[in-house]
Structure formats: C-alpha cells, structure tokens
C-alpha cells in the first residue's frame, strides 16, 4: 500500500521558518507530481507549491519568496521549504502525490504547522 508521510511542522514564530518533508513509499515517486496543499479551520484545502516530475515549480501568490518546493527522486521525498512565515500559513499541511497521467493519487495524513504573531 502506497504511503506518504509527512513531518517538520510544528509552532514557530512569525518570520520564523520551518522545513516540511514528505516521504513515498512503495511509490515509484519518479513518475508522480507532488504538491504540498494546507487546510486551515474552516477553510477549503488549498494548493501551495506543486514540483512536477520534470521539477517544474509552480507556488501560490501569497507563498511566492517565501517558500520553496523540491524534490529528491532517489529519497523518494518532497521538501517544502518555509521561511519568513506568517501567522496566516497556519494550516494543516498536506502531501499529494498524483501521477503524470491523472491517476492514481495518494495523499498524506497531515503536519499542523502553527505560526504565532
């Protein structure tokens, strides 16, 4: 059974910054885009980066300078790199592995990340 596993979040302050990773596994991560989507109380999941498998970055206006996607294929991991953060990027963020053809999708089960003003 595929599995993502999220980790790195946690309470920082604001303009603090936090590292966020995501492990595949029994994945041929390679051939998947990943993205990183957050969920805030309340509010609607919403993309914030996504790294296509050619390593095509696209990010959320509000995100953009601050955060940064990348990936290891070898590590089958995701990264998302969060720096000048805000108290408004408090959420549960998400890893989504989908593959290049649409289908299958996997998701993860969530790391809270909480930024204190």
């Known amino acids: 059974q595929v599995q993502l596993v999220e980790s790195g979040g946690g309470l920082v302050q604001a303009g603090g910054s936090l590292r966020l990773s995501c492990v595949g596994s029994?994945?041929?991560?390679?051939?998947?885009?990943m993205g990183w989507y957050r969920q805030a109380p309340g509010k609607q999941r919403e993309l914030v980066a996504s790294?296509?498998?050619?390593?095509?970055?696209n990010y959320k206006d509000s995100v953009k300078g601050r955060f940064t996607i990348s990936r290891d294929n070898a590590k089958n991991t995701v990264y998302l790199q969060m720096n000048s953060l805000k108290p408004e990027d408090t959420a549960v963020y998400y890893c989504?592995?989908?593959?290049?053809?649409?289908?299958?999708?996997?998701w993860g089960q969530g790391t809270q990340v909480t930024v204190s003003s």
């Open positions: 029994r994945i041929m991560f390679s051939m998947y885009h």
């Open positions: 790294i296509s498998r050619l390593s095509i970055r």
């Open positions: 989504n592995a989908r593959h290049w053809s649409g289908s299958p999708e996997y």
